[in-house]
């Protein structure tokens, strides 16, 4: 396991802005994707932004626009940065990387931050 820590998730207006980091920690294999999973209350857990380690981006459509991922290779970091939110944004926030190490590639998921933004 990779732990990855994400932070600054909290409570924000409708059509404000906020921005996520997540860091991995520990001994680190080599990773290959990474982003962000939004889980809305009542929902599953579902990719909204990936970012390859070349930095190609892929959103879902209804972030398309108003979200940009980003991540720093050398800090082993990712970052969402969230513009004009919408209530329907509501939900906890996962970082996520893709990970390889000789033969053996996995998925790891952070803990979770809550993002609440109100009407």
């Known amino acids: 396991q990779v732990p990855l820590v994400e932070s600054g998730g909290g409570l924000v207006q409708a059509g404000g802005s906020l921005n996520l980091s997540c860091a991995a920690s520990g001994s680190i294999p080599s990773i290959n994707a990474m982003g962000w999973g939004r889980q809305a209350p009542g929902k599953e857990r579902a990719l909204v932004a990936v970012?390859?380690?070349?930095?190609?981006?892929n959103y879902v459509d209804s972030v398309k626009g108003r979200f940009t991922v980003s991540r720093d290779n050398a800090k082993n970091a990712v970052y969402l940065l969230m513009s004009s939110l919408k209530p329907e944004d509501t939900g906890e926030y996962y970082c996520?990387?893709?990970?390889?190490?000789?033969?053996?590639?996995?998925?790891?998921w952070g803990k979770g931050t809550l993002v609440t933004v109100s009407s």
């Open positions: 970012v390859t380690e070349g930095g190609t981006t």
């Open positions: 996520y990387a893709s990970l390889t190490t000789g033969s053996l590639s996995w998925n790891s």
